[in-house]
């Protein structure tokens, strides 16, 4: 019998380790999927930079897929956040931490910091032999998205982001903001 309780706690505890890479993973396939349906509906091209390209994680250095349009070059890194009820947090001193929320007490919610990481030196340049003529768009985009995206400064202020700011040379994405942006390049190429 003990055994048994021993084999279900170690199965659920896997079972609630593996449910965030499952919920990632149909989350990158499902962008992917609408990423070429868009681009195939107004004429894009959509390149991966390597194979697999919708698995990019956010420690690659290298963009992990490229959208030309006729006047537009969208070079896109994925960042994704396995959780979703965590808070990004990106630092003005080029590092970003996660934000958990636990609630032991249904009157009591505390809130954790995660370690500082740093952000990449991302490199966009992977589809530069396409971008002959065209403007080029840097995008980090965040794919799982967490439940809120933050700005600190260097005197700790945060500031809420959203999708369509600037950070640190890119433009912050979420997948229907990428998608608005291109149903816009659309209308200025036609």
Same mark, same amino acid.
């Given at each position: ?16 380790? #593996? ?46 897929? #490229? ?124």
């Amino acid at each position: 019998m003990m055994t048994f309780v021993l084999w279900l706690l170690a199965i659920l505890t896997v079972f609630l380790c #593996v449910i965030p890479m499952i919920r990632c993973l149909f989350k990158r396939i499902s962008c992917a999927v609408k990423l070429h349906r868009i681009c195939r509906r107004l004429g894009f091209t959509l390149q991966g930079t390597h194979a697999f390209w919708f698995l990019g994680s956010r420690s690659g250095k290298g963009c992990d897929c #490229v959208i030309a349009t006729p006047a537009h070059l969208f070079s896109i890194k994925l960042f994704g956040v396995m959780h979703r009820r965590r808070v990004l947090i990106f630092r003005e001193s080029g590092e970003y931490f996660f934000r958990r929320f636990t609630s032991m007490l249904l009157f009591l919610l505390d809130a954790f910091d995660c370690s500082f990481r740093r952000l990449p030196d991302y490199d966009f340049s992977r589809g530069a032999s396409l971008a002959t003529g065209r403007i080029r768009y840097d995008i980090l985009l965040l794919n799982p998205i967490p439940m809120e995206i933050r700005f600190q400064h260097r005197n700790g202020q945060e500031i809420i982001t959203s999708p369509g700011d600037d950070l640190f040379g890119m433009e912050l994405a979420s997948l229907s903001h990428l998608m608005r942006s291109l149903e816009n390049a659309a209308r200025e190429s036609a």
